[in-house]
């Protein structure tokens, strides 16, 4: 089993920051991508942020220069920072792993409860 514990959503004005957590755990072998997505309300999921084992990151086009993802990998966790927030950032805000098990053969996709993200104009 792998559990992800995510953390840190909330309500904030727009311009303001939040900084999202999630910590991966579990009987996890490898850890390759780490990632942020999000789904607001009548609209698709769709990734926010995206970090490989070799810390390549990938990045929406509405996020970019505004949100870093990071990650910890002593401690399986990833991170995003979100600044300059905006109305339309608001949305349910899911982590993801992509991790090879004990086990288990070939990689699986995990994902979080999900958090809200609540931008007021």
């Known amino acids: 089993q792998v559990q992800l514990v995510e953390s840190g959503g909330g309500l904030v004005q727009a311009g303001g920051s939040l900084r999202l957590s999630c910590a991966a755990s579990g009987n996890i072998v490898r850890i390759n991508a780490m990632g942020w997505y999000r789904q607001a309300p009548g609209k698709q999921r769709e990734l926010v942020a995206i970090?490989?084992?070799?810390?390549?990151?990938n990045y929406a086009d509405s996020v970019k220069g505004r949100f870093t993802i990071s990650r910890d990998n002593a401690k399986n966790t990833v991170h995003l920072q979100m600044n300059s927030l905006k109305p339309e950032d608001t949305a349910v805000y899911s982590c993801?792993?992509?991790?090879?098990?004990?086990?288990?053969?070939?990689?699986?996709?995990?994902w979080g409860q999900g958090t809200q993200v609540t931008v007021s104009s």
């Open positions: 970090t490989t084992e070799g810390a390549s990151t």
């Open positions: 993801m792993v992509r991790v090879l098990r004990v086990g288990v053969v070939g990689w699986t996709d995990h």
